[in-house]
């Protein structure tokens, strides 16, 4: 009599004891598997998530049995769910279109569930779906939810899911996950609240934060730039380091978010997370293996020994900005308070840099220059470490200037790496001057790395959640800006906008540098 | 910056026209060494070696014994990508007039010292050429491709040997690495514990392919993983004693497989370029038991890309050796 088998693939834990297994890669395709998008009518699902998804597929990164529901308020069938997800690709996804057979096998295992998430009944709706799922398309209980939705609304979602039984400890088989965006929280105490939250239905290990900023491929290269070679970490401290300087400068404005962003702001869009993240990676002790709680425990550690700052100190070690109109690019762009949805009076900063310390014996004394902004002038993102001057000069012409060295870890546009020495300019004479020698990992490799996004939801269906930040580090994170969030919301700016869009930012930020006889890198 | 030398052995200038080049700064991650003797192939091969060359920046000699080049040409270029400047050097050589320790000697003497020395040879003899022993001496990697040719099979018995003879080598075969992707879809009709039995009681296996060396290879892989011993050209016998008969159709585009079957008692696991598209595979389970029918992306194997990570790949792999091994055994 026929065997019905649900699908062909793999199954978890079976697949290890294929002999026809031996050699391959088992960690590079992820088990079977739901994924759930709530939000799956937004621009993100649209732009990024669901392109991600079916180039996974076609990288093979995917599991064989897998399902995707799309859960958002419109109204529309499984059907225009399909057809919208088709142009998405076909319009978004780097592959270019989506083609037949592997579309439609795809699509096939695409649905969706209208709903608002207060709809009780929605929810209900939504495990039936994963149950015939899992039944159908063999996805064996798995299960990923990515809440692609206002940060308002993930507290509803996960209360949603637990009272319909979805919640991880209701569950009879495999496993789940939740992939939260950020921002995780407004400040403090709401990340805490919102954990609370979270944490009622999903254990710490169940929670993604993603941090799409961590998915490339350079910010993973820090790491193996520090552990991987021997000839840093000798001098990677206070006695050969001046000073780290971690830019993450863009050259656009809010881009339509206008509403989300005078809200946010600078320093809470990126430095207390993205640029922080870079901080931790940099400043951060070796960890023991590359197994994600060893590499999170060493970046709390760091997090946590950040020197706090007084508020009445904030200050002298910070500086805020807001774009005007300029010209970015050669082309004339309006100033912030003329975006769309931005307050005309707003006070929200566009730019905000700030100097921090770790208190630990690596890096005592050292400073860490932090900054970020919008419309600067060039989009450009690097860690830039200066290392201290030579104790005595022997070498040099008068007039010849013995640079600091530096070395320069390019996260974007470019991606590589350059170090700045000294050299003797050919000649009778002992002319010195620093010169760059440059590595570029494209072209060093000749490999074009995956989005972000691929990246970290191949990462959390497999779960790794090695590029994925931690409680801790998030609430460590907090801890540090909390005081210059504070004050910045007391003492109300009167020199808003303060710098041209497409300058290098304001000139308070330059001060901030020139108190401590350095300067910022040109941008 | 180009040169010619007429003289293959004026190796001075060669190397003076190179270091003009080191004057920028520049990334090589290896010396790259690509034997040609194939007039046929020869453009094929050259065109994936300047590719590969060009992404992994490297110090490229080309060892042409095709006739189509006749003393040394030195090409140097700088060209910016993403915002660093990359220097290319390449050597083309014309070896056809001179004799094995010659261009053992030259390649050595042209080589940038502790880099990694990855030979792509595409001559058509191995260990018979004293040309080729003598360069795969001093490299860290050698790279070869066993189909396509006429001498497949032949090539797969002589790099058996290879593996015993040079121990320290690590050797890849273009063949076997396009394999990947059908061995993994292999791997999954397996996968579910319910028809792993059916892996232990096959009775026989079809291949279709272009070339023969991809369906050696793939018995060979299979034999090997599932402890089958040869027990003639087209046969195996498993660890029961059962015999399972392996066919391979000469059909479709070389270095291609087409389609791989495995018949165990009722049941049959077929995998098979779609008719819709070529690079999507049509899985398939029939018999015994049933399955919806899949469609999955056959993987990317580009002839560079392959050369890319056999490159990359800095340890011997035991899985090629023992089907290579395997492949041997049934050959005879």
């Known amino acids: 009599m026929a065997t019905e088998v649900q699908a062909l693939g793999r199954s978890d834990g079976a697949a290890a004891t294929n002999p026809l297994r031996a050699g391959m890669d088992a960690s590079r395709i992820a088990n079977p598997c739901n994924v759930v998008f709530f939000g799956a009518s937004g621009d993100l699902t649209k732009r990024m998530l669901m392109p991600a998804m079916y180039n996974l597929r076609l990288g093979d990164i995917l599991p064989t049995n897998f399902g995707i529901v799309g859960f958002s308020r419109s109204e529309k069938s499984h059907y225009d769910f399909r057809e919208e997800m088709k142009e998405a690709i076909d319009q978004f996804s780097r592959s270019g279109e989506a083609r037949d057979p592997l579309w439609s096998d795809f699509a096939n295992r695409l649905h969706y569930i209208p709903g608002s998430f207060d709809d009780v009944e929605a929810f209900h709706d939504l495990r039936r779906q994963l149950e015939e799922n899992d039944e159908k398309l063999g996805t064996e209980g798995n299960r990923l939810y990515y809440l692609s939705t206002p940060p308002s609304v993930f507290g509803k979602i996960v209360q949603q899911l637990a009272a319909a039984g979805l919640g991880p400890r209701d569950q009879q088989r495999g496993w789940s996950r939740i992939i939260v965006e950020k921002p995780f929280g407004t400040d403090l105490v709401s990340a805490r609240n919102l954990q609370a939250e979270i944490t009622k239905v999903f254990d710490e290990k169940q929670i993604y934060r993603i941090d799409h900023y961590l998915g490339k491929e350079p910010v993973q290269d820090i790491m193996a730039l520090r552990f991987a070679n021997v000839m840093f970490e000798p001098i990677w401290n206070r006695r050969y380091i001046d000073n780290v300087q971690i830019t993450a400068a863009e050259t656009v404005g809010v881009e339509g978010r206008g509403g989300y962003y005078d809200n946010a702001g600078a320093l809470k869009d990126m430095i207390q997370n993205h640029v922080m993240n870079l901080l931790a990676l940099v400043a951060m002790e070796p960890p023991i293996s590359p197994n994600a709680d060893h590499i999170r425990d060493e970046k709390f550690k760091v997090l946590s020994a950040m020197r706090p700052i007084p508020e009445d100190s904030v200050s002298k070690v910070t500086a805020r900005g807001q774009y005007g109109p300029g010209l970015v690019e050669g082309k004339p762009v309006i100033g912030y308070r003329e975006e769309p949805s931005v307050d005309p009076n707003s006070a929200t900063e566009t730019y905000a840099s700030v100097k921090f310390y770790i208190d630990n014996w690596r890096w005592a004394d050292v400073p860490f220059y932090l900054r970020s902004g919008k419309r600067l002038a060039r989009k450009h993102s690097e860690i830039a470490v200066t290392f201290r001057g030579i104790p005595h000069r022997i070498f040099g012409e008068t007039g010849d200037q013995i640079e600091s060295n530096t070395l320069v870890m390019k996260i974007q546009p470019e991606e590589g790496v350059s170090i700045r020495f000294n050299a003797k300019i050919p000649g009778p004479k002992m002319h010195i001057r620093g010169v760059t020698m440059d590595f570029n990992y494209g072209t060093g490799f000749g490999v074009v790395s995956a989005p972000a996004y691929e990246r970290l939801i191949g990462d959390a269906m497999r779960g790794d959640a090695t590029l994925f930040t931690r409680w801790d580090a998030v609430e460590q994170a907090w801890q540090a800006v909390m005081p210059i969030l504070t004050r910045w919301n007391e003492t109300r700016i009167v020199d808003f906008p303060n710098y041209l869009a497409g300058s290098q930012g304001p000139q308070n930020a330059d001060a901030l540098l020139v108190a401590d006889g350095r300067e910022w890198r040109r941008i | ?332």
């Open chain 2, 1 to 332: 910056m180009n040169l010619h030398v007429d003289s293959a052995t004026d190796v001075s200038a060669i190397l003076d026209e190179l270091r003009k080049s080191g004057r920028s700064a520049r990334v090589r991650t290896m010396n790259f060494v690509v034997f040609v003797d194939d007039p046929a192939h020869r453009s094929w091969v050259l065109e994936r070696a300047a590719i590969v060359a060009a992404k992994h920046p490297s110090r490229l000699v080309v060892l042409d014994s095709t006739g189509a080049t006749t003393g040394v040409d030195v090409t140097s270029s700088t060209r910016d990508a993403d915002g660093a400047t990359i220097v290319s050097e390449r050597v083309d050589i014309g070896v056809g007039a001179l004799d094995h320790a010659t261009i053992g000697s030259l390649t050595q003497e042209l080589s940038v010292p502790d880099m990694p020395t990855v030979l792509w040879w595409s001559g058509a003899r191995l260990l018979q050429s004293r040309t080729f022993s003598g360069l795969a001496q001093n490299a860290t990697t050698v790279l070869v491709d066993s189909s396509g040719t006429a001498r497949g099979a032949e090539t797969i018995r002589e790099l058996g040997e290879f593996l015993s003879r040079f121990p320290g080598v690590v050797l890849g075969d273009l063949a076997f690495m396009r394999l990947l992707p059908w061995q993994e879809m292999i791997a999954q009709f397996f996968d579910d514990p319910s028809l792993r039995e059916d892996l232990f009681s096959l009775e026989s296996l079809d291949i279709e392919s272009g070339s023969e060396a991809e369906a050696l290879y793939l018995a060979g892989w299979l034999g090997s993983r599932l402890s089958w011993e040869p027990s003639g050209r087209d046969t195996f016998r498993d660890r029961s004693g059962r015999t399972i008969a392996v066919s391979k159709i000469d059909k479709g585009d070389q270095r291609r497989v087409r389609s791989v079957v495995l018949r165990a008692g009722e049941c049959t696991y077929r995998a098979a370029l779609s008719d819709e598209d070529e690079n999507v595979v049509e899985l398939s389970v029939g018999g015994g038991h049933t399955a919806r029918k899949r469609y999955v992306p056959l993987q990317n194997i580009a002839n560079t890309s392959l050369i890319e990570r056999a490159i990359l790949e800095s340890r011997r792999d035991s899985i090629f050796e023992t089907s290579l091994l395997t492949v041997r055994e049934l050959l005879g």
